[in-house]
């Protein structure tokens, strides 16, 4: 059986992004309600289905990985230096973003296939600000000042934690740390009574972490990427609605890619997840207020995104999955930039929380 053509592998990304989007928007899940169940209410259940993903997703990436069939060198998520300064800055930024609007991109996706008119002006200013980001007005002054702040990794080694523990003569601590992270990610579910009882919230978990591991075969091992001149992918929610939104607007041959099939993906299952329970209606801004408050927080993600290296499920599941250094500067970012966040919120000023 030969590779995968480029058409064949944005259709997976379709399917997988319309599992997750139909199950996250059936289970309420949404990174940033987690984030916010936990700071304000001190309920760890959605935050545990998160890890939930990040276990399976693991298990299955470093599975793939221990038999050789996927190079963690050939993705985006393992360099040999570590941009500190843009991932800490741009992640900060995306949990602020993220309070603003109230939700992350992946978020903001399931809203618009709700009807949520909102999240479609959201997400074109996302989009133009990644884009801008990544490769347009923006794009010197994120590659020559703030991501040339990069801290090298010893020995020249890749950005993940096995290279890193084996180039210190640690060993090959690989499947080690593999089984003892996921079993305990896992555990920290299985063990609660309440989750057990949501089959809602676990299939979400489960499809998000099962997606992330589809994405990785589909684009690494089933596919000659080589040939398609791209790397390895899985999940995420930043670049690829940029990239999407770039498409739209010149060349249609430029949707043929797992990401933005992936984004477009969410949106259909978000769809018909709301069509099914009859939950499907449009909404719009009540004022200029709440107008203003989620363009500046689409800015804010959509550069900061860029920045970090991804979204909540970007670096928080898929980079997670390669046990890529960024991942624990990215997550500590967003969950500070999304306490501020929710702080000036409910105050009125970021300033309060540090008076506290």
Known sequence: MGPLPAWSVALVGIAIGVACGFTAR???LCSFGAIEDVWIGGDTRRLRIF?????????????MVWSGALDPALTNYVPTALPWLAILLGSTLFGLGMALVGTCGFGSLIRLGTGDLRSLIVM?????????????ILAPLRIDRLEAIALPVPGAARGDLPSLLA?????????AIVVTAASLLILAVALDRRLRRSPRLLLAGLTLGLGVVAGWWATGVAVDAFSL?????????????????????????GLLDFGIGSVLGVVLGAFLSALVDRELRWEAF??????????VGAVMMGGGGILAGGCTIGQGI????????????????MMVGARLGIAFLMEGSIRQIFRR
């Open 26 to 28: 059936r289970a309420r």
């Open 51 to 63: 890890g939930l993903a990040l276990g399976v997703a693991l298990l299955g990436t470093q599975a």
């Open 124 to 136: 074109m200013v996302f989009g133009a600000t990644a884009y801008a980001t990544l490769r347009g």
């Open 167 to 175: 180039w210190l003569d640690f060993g090959d601590w690989r499947l």
């Open 229 to 253: 001149h791209t790397r390895p992918q899985s999940l995420t929610f930043v670049s690829p609605v940029g990239r999407a939104l770039y498409a739209v607007l010149t060349t249609p041959d």
């Open 286 to 295: 009540d004022d200029h207020h709440e107008m203003r408050r989620h363009l």
């Open 318 to 333: 898929t980079a997670g999955s390669m046990m890529a250094l960024s991942w624990p500067l990215a997550i500590f970012g």
